[in-house]
Nanobody, 123 residues
Framework: QVQLVESGGGSVQAGGSLRLSCAAT?????MGWFRQAPGKEREGVAS????????YYADSVKGRFTISQDNAKNTVYLQMNNLKPEDSAMYYC???????????????????RGQGTQVTVSS
């Protein structure tokens, strides 16, 4: 049974930091973090190719968010710094996405998705 279990969400003030974790039952080539705020479309935030360690970010989070992995634990992390109110959303871990070369796509659905963890940033 495929499982993706997120943790680490919460409420912070603008400028603060949070670290999300995603524990997976399997190590897929492509893992990613997506988010969706009420009334908005789902947005791909960051992806990582676990074989190469190559990462890819949405423009909105570049320089503030970092995706990383611990292959021994089949866990992917999302370190979020300098959080802004517009970062508030439900964050989802996703697995088994498409890739081109060493880059995992962010503009498409992944096969598996976790239940999500809420991130709320107050101004």
């Amino acid at each position: 049974q495929v499982q993706l279990v997120e943790s680490g969400g919460g409420s912070v003030q603008a400028g603060g930091s949070l670290r999300l974790s995603c524990a997976a039952t399997y190590r897929w080539n492509c893992m990613g973090w997506f988010r969706q705020a009420p009334g908005k479309e789902r947005e791909g935030v960051a992806s990582i190719h676990t074989g190469y360690g190559s990462t890819y970010y949405a423009d909105s989070v570049k320089g503030r968010f970092t995706i990383s992995q611990d292959n021994a634990k089949n866990t992917v992390y999302l370190q979020m710094n300098n959080l802004k109110p517009e970062d508030s959303a439900m964050y989802y871990c996703a697995a088994n996405g498409p890739y081109l070369g060493r880059i995992c796509a962010l503009n498409t659905e992944y096969k598996y998705r976790g239940q999500g963890t809420q991130v709320t940033v107050s101004s």
